[in-house]
């Protein structure tokens, strides 16, 4: 198979003809990053065609027969004029990731790497992801046929983690962060054969993200500023490769400023770039989309920001989750914490005038709230146990309906208050002694139900978890 495309080595300029993605440059030991270098002659006639999406952008992305999609890309960029007001930034921009299938900007990569595994014959891959990127793969590894395994870190978003679980991904957790996942996805990669699709890990993913830019680009032109949440810093350095690569082609002159924020719990690419050390196990954050301890791009990232005039910054979780809520009350869009400290970040700046007010700022939105639930869950326990009731299984009332007393179906839609069709209240009763948890005795044509032993253990492990919340 001819080779996919060419990778350069970013420290040495080493040059690597390869037909599968290398992070690691040869020539280095290791040491240089290898990223595909384009071939601008393939963009004909200077224009990209076809829809405003993710493939739209095919000629300046690596060489692939196969194009996988779920219908990513082509994200809404829009003015965010109530937040606007609220910070006191007129030309306030919302780039809205949340509204790629699978609710985040990940699903970019996903797109890429599958297509370039249907090109090379892979039937299984592995990533190391701490949530988006693991969500992404096992959504269009299961479209496509593909085995996905994915190794996470000790603390996952639940949303994350159900979106793999639902996409039937193979999961197994390894080490309390994604660094030590990653070690280990490495490891079976070499030993099985399996496709690396770990996002530091494979070259493409910068490849796939840098469609961002061409995007804004196409939307708004350039603007002023972006602010980015960085975790292993490729976020960054896509976006920076791709309004560059627009710059060379003529199509753009000029590149936005880079903000890079990190959470103030764990901020290693924002202590490189301010020059300061910080011992890295005692770091925490719950914005765990971005807990990394040792970012991979971390040299990129600050490469990324100086050369646009930029900066990094750090925000507090606390801050993080008050910009959530500000999002989501003034613009109706729910963003994770990771993203919403580019809010948090964007009020620090304007409120120190690092930021002018009549400069165009846009802010990356990479993932959806609905994600990551449990950190909204952790502010109370009240709101824990709110959210509890509110998803107060139908199953469960019904099993402590019958658990009072033996009873039969019109009974007990009655005392549901008649809120379903009692046809459905069979299917549940049927369910129920599928499961083991009732039985049923027929008399006098009547089916009565009474709850079993099994049925009452798991009314109590359920009332024993209510305890613990």
Not at 84 to 103: F, M, S
Not at 107 to 119: I, P, Q, T, Y
Request: aromatic share 6%; hydrophobic share 40%.
């Amino acid at each position: 198979m001819e080779p996919t495309d060419t990778l350069i080595c970013v420290e040495c300029g080493e040059k690597v003809e390869s037909n599968s993605p290398r992070e690691k440059c040869p020539k280095c030991g290791g040491r240089g990053t290898l990223e595909y270098q384009v071939d601008y002659n393939r963009l004909k006639e200077g224009t990209f065609t076809g829809e405003f999406s993710f493939w739209r952008y095919r000629a300046l992305l690596p060489k692939v027969r196969n194009c996988a999609s779920l219908h990513e890309g082509g994200t809404p960029l829009y003015r965010a004029e109530r937040l606007a007001r609220h910070v006191g930034l007129p030309k306030l921009y919302l780039k809205d990731e949340t509204r790629n299938p699978t609710g985040s900007f990940r699903d970019r990569a996903a797109a890429l790497l599958v297509s370039n595994m249907l090109d090379l014959g892979y039937t299984a891959a592995i990533c190391a992801s701490n949530g988006n990127m693991g969500a992404s793969l096992s959504a269009y590894c299961a479209k496509y046929g593909i085995l996905c395994h994915v190794i996470i870190p000790k603390h996952v978003d639940m949303g994350k983690m159900a979106q793999m679980i639902i996409y039937d991904a193979i999961i197994e957790e390894y080490g309390e962060t994604v660094d030590e996942s990653m070690e280990r996805a490495e490891r079976l990669a070499e030993e099985t054969g399996w496709y690396q699709a770990t996002s530091a890990l494979n070259p493409l993913v910068i490849e796939a993200q840098k469609t961002i830019a061409f995007e804004i680009a196409e939307q708004i032109g350039v603007p002023d500023a972006i602010i980015v949440p960085m975790g292993s810093g490729g976020t960054i350095y896509s976006l920076w490769k791709g309004f560059r690569e627009l710059n060379d082609l003529g199509k753009i002159k000029g590149m936005p400023r880079l903000i890079g924020v990190q959470s103030s719990g764990c901020p290693p690419i924002v202590n490189a770039f301010l020059g300061k050390e910080e011992a890295l196990n005692a770091l925490w954050t719950r914005a765990t989309s971005i807990f990394v301890l040792n970012p991979s791009k971390k040299k990129l990232a600050i490469k990324a920001i100086k050369e646009t005039g930029g900066l990094a910054l750090s925000v507090s979780d606390q801050e993080m989750l008050e910009a959530e809520r500000e999002i989501a009350k003034m613009e109706g869009l729910f963003a994770e914490p990771a993203s919403s400290g580019t809010i948090a970040a964007l009020k620090k700046l304007v409120q120190e005038s690092i930021i002018s007010r009549d400069e165009s700022i846009i802010c990356l939105i990479t993932g959806s709230g609905l994600k990551a639930t449990d950190v909204l869950q952790a502010l109370s326990k009240k709101r824990k146990m709110a959210l509890l009731e509110a998803e107060f299984s139908t199953k469960e009332k019904i099993l402590r309906i019958i658990a009072r007393r033996r009873t039969y179906g019109y009974e007990i839609w009655k005392e549901l208050g008649k809120t379903m069709t009692k046809a459905a209240i069979y299917q549940h009763l049927n369910d129920l002694r599928n499961r083991g948890l009732i039985s049923v005795q027929v008399k006098n044509g009547r089916k009565y139900f009474t709850i079993t032993q099994r049925g009452k253990k798991v009314l109590a492990a359920i009332d024993e978890i209510k305890v613990l919340l």
